[in-house]
DNA sequence: CACGATACATGATGGAAATCATATAAGAGG
DNA sequence: CCTCTTATATGATTTCCATCATGTATCGTG
């Protein structure tokens, strides 16, 4: 069957990167076969090395495209609220605390979901490097949140409040089928909407 | 050579235990062949199902030594500042951000270094129940060491409080070389150290 | 002190994974 | 329309893993 459109092949291209995008997330990147990933994309595992030079370096690009998929979003929340920080802030912590949140980690927050990878030496190269740039990009969209209240340091409580929310939904996961899992989220919630 | 006394093989039975402890800490479940880990504890991998049924039945034990290694730390901190529990707490927060502990999974909290693992599907029975009940246990801990400020509500700020050190730990890790790790640890300290 | 139970080592088995080699059929350029 | 290129499929290769089978030498016991 080989030899497709160039076009066809670009979307493969993409295709691949999508579905490593969400198994990594789900799954952990050592938890996903480039048989299986490449079965997802549609395509075989023969495939893979005429798009990518190596598993390692599909994550990473895989990485930049989960981080590049959520970087418009906090733009968009603090669009529709224009002027309204509260408003985009209180938005984005429900979301991010949402239930659904916690049971689709493949759709959800790489920040949360890639974590645990990049923090393996394995990883330390390119992967760590792209995730400390999508973390960076979080706190800035939260610090765009921020300002309707104390003045300074506010640098530092974006940060603390990314680690809230990223540390509340990682437990979650993590406990998920039990009580505390929802009183972790709730927890986070009101700590951070609650001045 | 085989065959060794009663003593050696239970001794034998806890290093298993306590080097997969160590070893999914700092590699994840999944990081860690039977083998390697046989290694570890001095043993070569035939010996490992003379111990258990199975890795993960090992997982399970692994993860309750732990949070039980862990469990005592907790108390102790609350008995050393006797009374004092702002001092207790001070000295907690301190060591949890501490670069050191970022830097060496392997010898750190269960909570943050096995969050990961318990989310996955695989691992949901056993693992996720006592993961769970470690959680509870650290909230539990930082519950003792709070009641110096506002009142209502103490477990969620306990629960938020676990939540942001967690959180800032697993990105810290994640990001280790980079300015924002040290930078998350430290907005962690101080939001949970400042009233 | 001899005998049976057993913890451990060695090695086998079956499966799966990452990566590479080759063939093919269909796009693209002339 | 013919040729050359190439994305993809098929399948091989090498490695490693979880688990199981077997032998053996020592411990525990009578």
Redesign the pocket.
């Known amino acids: ?9 670009e ?3 993409g295709a691949v990167i999508a579905a490593a995008a969400r198994l990594f997330k789900a799954r952990g990147i ?1 938890g ?7 079965a997802e994309a ?10 990518f030079k ?3 370096d599909l994550a990473v690009a895989a990485c930049e495209h989960a981080f590049a998929e959520k970087g418009a979003l906090y733009d968009d929340i603090c669009t529709r609220h224009q002027g309204d920080k509260r408003a985009a802030l209180s938005e984005f912590v429900d979301r991010y605390t949402a239930k659904t949140h916690r049971d689709q980690p493949a759709l959800g927050c790489p920040v949360a979901a890639l974590a645990d990878d990049a923090s393996r030496e394995e990883f330390k190269g390119p992967v760590r490097k792209a995730f400390a740039a999508g973390l960076e990009n979080m706190v800035q969209g939260v610090l765009g949140m921020l300002g309707g209240r104390g003045r300074g340091k506010l640098r530092d409580d974006a940060l603390a409040d990314v680690a809230l929310l990223v540390g509340a939904l990682v437990l979650a996961r993590a406990t998920k089928g039990q009580p505390i899992s929802e009183e972790v989220l709730h927890a986070a919630r009101k700590a951070i909407l609650t001045d």
């Open positions: 069957m080989p030899r497709v459109s160039k076009k066809q092949a979307a493969n291209h050592n996903v076969s480039l048989p299986a990933l490449m549609g395509l075989t595992h023969g495939a893979f090395y005429g798009h190596s598993k390692d």
